[in-house]
């Protein structure tokens, strides 16, 4: 008989606990087993796979190789179990199941929260969980099976087999200041007047920043000596609206914070632009919930504009 048919939902547990602790002393005391039990059952499951799955050492138990695969798909597989209760439980109490959206920055503060708006019109029972990080961060989470969806970046080298990658617009930048800021009495603003300032800008490889860069080496300009860098939306918009620093934000971002008084665009043209994509994992069930939020997602960069993808 195959091995897997051996396996137990348990077992998953023990797995991923021996993975956590690196010790069946501590394992067992967790999960109510005893130790020569846990012992047991390792032992019988590298016999049975034929491969062992961990290398005994003082400091405890580290995966082989072998052991690293087969823990990462016990992993997808405890975070899709996790996602079953979620979506009982949310039919339970009258909802229509859940879904989990990762967003970058660009995506974060404007086009899924209006998603979302939307969603929760036409299913107002919806549980929803937004969660907001760097692509890279937010698409090893979609791996793993903790989102259903995310949304961020578009770049060559996210070539996953395993997602399905849809493209769903270019974001221009601008510079960005406080309300009141001294350049926004300036008549014509040039590059020099912006070199005056202090900037804050986005850690290398981020969209946006790979788009301001790619804006200063077409105007043959560098960045200023006394630079920020950071990543935080909510740093950003304290510094900003607490100085006459000067920021850098995606098109959508940069117009919904202009929209809410929090941030003026400054009238100087910068010609990067980034795209963003939607990420879904081609193997993963799809519920009701989550053909839903997609829908969403593409109705809401159809309705409300954005850089064609044809450019």
């Not at 850690?203 to 790979?210: A, D, E, F, M, S």
Request: charged residues 20%.
């Amino acid at each position: 008989m195959d091995w897997t048919h051996r396996l137990k939902l348990r077992h998953v547990k023990l797995l991923l606990s021996l993975a956590t602790t690196h010790n069946i002393s501590h394992s067992a005391s967790l999960l109510n087993t005893t130790q020569p039990g846990l012992s047991k059952w390792l032992k019988e499951l590298e016999d049975d796979i034929g491969l062992p799955l961990f290398e005994r050492h003082a400091r405890g138990l580290i995966p082989t190789p072998y052991g690293e695969v087969l823990i990462g798909h016990a992993r997808r597989l405890d975070a899709q179990l996790d996602r079953v209760s979620s979506d009982m439980e949310a039919l339970r109490e009258g909802g229509s199941g859940k879904v989990m959206i990762g967003a970058s920055g660009v995506a974060a503060s404007d086009t899924v929260p209006l998603a979302i708006l939307r969603m929760l019109q036409a299913m107002p029972k919806a549980k929803i969980s937004l969660v907001e990080g760097t692509t890279d961060r937010l698409l090893s989470q979609l791996e793993h099976g903790e989102l259903d969806i995310v949304i961020g970046r578009s770049a060559p080298e996210i070539s996953d087999q395993g997602l399905e990658i849809e493209s769903l617009f270019f974001d221009p930048i601008h510079f960005v200041v406080r309300p009141k800021h001294p350049l926004l009495s300036v008549k014509e603003i040039q590059w020099i007047h912006v070199k005056e300032y202090s900037w804050i800008v986005w850690p290398k490889g981020t969209p946006v920043r790979n788009a301001l860069d790619s804006a200063l080496n077409e105007a043959s300009q560098d960045l200023p000596a006394c630079t920020v860098e950071t990543n935080s939306v909510t740093a950003n918009l304290t510094l900003l609206n607490s100085s006459d620093m000067i920021g850098i934000a995606s098109h959508r971002a940069a117009l919904r914070l202009s929209q809410l008084n929090a941030l003026r665009i400054l009238p100087l043209r910068l010609s990067g632009f980034g795209a963003v994509a939607m990420y879904t994992n081609k193997e993963r069930f799809r519920s009701l919930a989550v053909h839903l939020a997609l829908d969403c997602i593409r109705q809401v960069v159809s309705e409300y504009g954005g850089e064609p993808l044809s450019r």
